[in-house]
């Protein structure tokens, strides 16, 4: 079974600030890695996706990628409190579906 | 903008029942995903199909089955609906080129009881 970790928190982070969101995957044969935020009750909205090893920036977002340790990151600067949501790691499967982890969820305080 | 529509939003049903739950997408996308997710559990995969007529079992596609005659619509169904298929279900496409984004529906919320 393909596995993605993610630390179920809740993150706690106060306003203004940097959130680390962190997940770990266990096929080391996997390609393609996204984020996706979901608020409660609606369903996820994708974030952002990252290929490369290396960072990727979109806005307050910035995906961190290293395969050879097998984890993807997320961070989000200048938090606010409408980024509290649960953030959701997927991993391409086999080239169709997505595996997911369980998700983080990310609570920022005013 | 991708437009992923599940007509039937919040739906009570009673055990052994058959129940329905469509899926109609206008991009012309290849795949098309039903996953569920409960809480603690995350999201999983039931079936997906990549064309149509084709169908592929996910991770727990027990008392599941699905439909696709057209390439625009995917159904879910539940051949006689259990209290622990209560649950949201979320469908999803994806173009199947590579980085494969998926985009969910906004949900079905389906109550067994």
């Known amino acids: 079974q393909k596995e993605v970790e993610q630390n179920s928190g809740p993150l706690s982070v106060p306003e203004g600030a940097i959130a680390s969101l962190n997940c770990t995957y266990s096929d080391r044969g996997s390609q393609s890695f996204f984020w996706y935020r979901q608020y409660s009750g609606k369903s996820p909205e994708l974030i952002m996706f990252i290929y490369s090893n290396g960072d990727k920036e979109d806005g307050r977002f910035t995906a961190q990628l290293n395969k050879a340790s097998q984890y993807v990151s997320l961070l989000i600067r200048d938090s606010q409190p409408s980024d509290s949501a649960t953030y959701l790691c997927a991993v391409e499967n086999s080239g169709y579906a997505l595996n997911f982890g369980k998700g983080t969820s990310l609570l920022v305080t005013p | 903008d991708v437009k992923v529509t599940q007509s039937s939003r919040y739906l009570v049903k009673r055990t052994g029942e058959k129940v329905f739950l469509e899926c109609v997408q206008d991009?012309?996308?290849?795949?098309m995903f039903w996953y569920r997710q409960d809480p603690g559990l995350g999201l999983r995969l039931i079936y997906f199909?990549?064309?149509?007529?084709?169908?592929e079992k996910g991770d727990i596609p027990e008392g599941y089955s699905v439909s696709r005659e057209k390439k625009e619509r995917f159904s879910l169904i539940l051949e006689s609906a259990s209290t622990n298929q209560t649950s949201m279900y979320l469908c999803?496409?994806?173009?199947?080129?590579?980085?494969?984004?998926?985009?969910f529906g906004e949900g079905s919320w389906l109550t067994v009881v």
């Open positions: 999803a496409t994806s173009t199947g080129l590579p980085g494969n984004t998926i985009y």
């Open positions: 991009m012309d996308h290849e795949n």
């Open positions: 199909s990549y064309d149509v007529k084709m169908k």
